[in-house]
């Protein structure tokens, strides 16, 4: 089963998430696999410690052993990464700008002679026009070759029309995107170093690395909002129970640090939420979407919560009838502007039930995978984007443009209160939104999927899984895969 279908369990097994009297979630889930990976962790995290104009270094050598950690907050650089450059893809297309097409190929460096797979699932982030970062794993094309997965930083100067890749050493990994408050090279990330949770920086974009081990107790980071280097926001989660004993049920919590992790301090979800998403206005503001569906109650409802004094207390927030994000895949927030945040998820949509629509599923009374079963009224799960104009206070559904057949939205980046683009999928075919105008009105890209390469995962350009967006023309997308692909392709609207 992949990952998507056992967090639409979740659904199933809490109809409260959807809409009376729905007893089903839809049956699309079988289609699409999370690309994003949720790490379980036993550790919290830390941030590097600032100076005037930049990072603090340590002297350089190599990373202590597992079983022997400094106290949590020490500091320790890792060995220098190896560097190379990614093989080039298709000629990129010309044309004007905005206008999005297919730009390039991430795959494994030929030199490094391991699977020559492209990056496995990972977190895109461009923090400045034409300055890209992927992190992932490279070699997940492929298990024919030696060795696990090497973590990698992919690395683009021109928009995501060339890559290097950076290879990870000392036995780190990312759980998170690159947050990059101060500058481009100039950057953070929740990860771990041989398991233990950590907070990974970088001064030259990343070139070269340090990390703080956490206090244990926290959970493993994997959402980090930094608005500078010294105040840091950050969810975490951690298991109820160990490992051996079933993996237990992942516990969401909310971290903060205001004097660049020196102190941090945790605090649990009301009801003990099961949040998927962060982002943050400010020090203060922060907004997080989740599910109800590991909490005490077990209800299984939407949730979105505000907080305005930086996590100490949170507020819920109205969403629309129907609404739901599932944990830790079909959720996303960000926000922009002085109040305004954009979230997606998934929203009923009703529909008459037709056998020549297998990936329609019945959700009100018997059910087959036909859906022939149905008794109308009978309703879909499909993508939806919501906004809220205060902060996360009230939500309201937005409409996607007419035929747009079952949608599924995976990633946003709004570079504005007005400007945002949506990354996701129509049918099987890969698709990009954008609006100008605060979601009244949206443009829309499809990618037709073409031949595939040796190698390459039909997955990986049935959608696209990521995007960011620096500046208006400066927007890089990457196709959505579930175990790596050989060739991931990486969409881009800046000209040229």
Known sequence: MSELSRRGAVLIEHPAMAAPPVAMVTGRARRY??????????????????VAGGVAWWPAGPPPPPQRWAAAGAAT??????????????????????????????????????????????????????TCYLTGSAGGGSDSGPGPPLDVLYVSHDGGLSWSAIKMTGGASFTTALDCPAAARECLAGGEVFGQAVLLATGDGGLHWSYRALPAGDGVVNQLACPTLQSCRALATQSAQPAWAGGGTPRSWFLRTDD???????????????????????????????????????????QAL???????????????????????????????????????????????????????????????????????PAYTMVGAAVVS???????????????????TLWDISCLTAQTCWIAGEQAG???????????ASWSKSTFA????????????????????????????????????????????????
């Open 260 to 302: 660049a992790g020196t102190h941090w301090s945790a605090v649990s979800f009301p009801a003990r939420d099961t949040i998927g998403a962060l982002s943050c206005l400010n020090a203060a503001e922060c907004v997080v979407v989740g599910s109800g569906a590991m909490n005490a109650r077990g209800d299984g409802a939407p």
């Open 389 to 407: 104009s205060d902060g996360g206070t009230t939500w309201r559904l937005l409409a996607l443009p007419p035929r747009t057949p079952g949608p």
């Open 429 to 439: 075919s890969a698709m990009i939104l954008a609006t100008m105008n605060g979601g």
């Open 33 to 50: 696999r999370v690309w994003r990976r949720l790490r379980a962790g036993i550790a919290a995290c830390a941030v590097v410690a600032a």
């Open 306 to 376: 505000r907080t305005g004094d930086a996590g100490r207390t949170w507020a819920p927030g109205l969403l629309p009838r129907g609404m739901s994000f599932m944990p830790f895949s079909v959720a996303s927030v960000t926000c922009a502007g002085t109040s305004t945040c954009y979230a997606l998820g998934l929203h009923l949509e009703r529909y008459h039930p037709s056998r020549s629509t297998s990936d329609e599923i019945c959700v009100s009374g018997p059910t087959s995978p036909d859906g022939s079963g149905c008794v109308p």
């Open 449 to 496: 999927a073409g031949p595939l390469a040796s190698g390459q995962q039909a997955d990986s350009l049935w959608a696209v899984g990521q995007i960011a967006c620096p500046a208006v023309n400066s927007c890089v997308g990457i196709g959505a895969v579930n175990q790596g692909s050989y060739h991931t392709p990486v969409y881009t609207n800046a000209g040229g």
């Open 77 to 130: 650089a890792l060995p220098a990464p190896a560097v190379a450059a990614v093989p080039a893809g298709p000629a990129p297309a010309h044309a004007a700008p905005g206008t999005w097409r297919l730009a390039s190929y991430l795959s494994e460096p030929l030199s490094w002679r391991r699977n020559n797979g492209g990056p496995a699932p990972g977190y895109l982030s461009c923090p400045a026009a034409g």
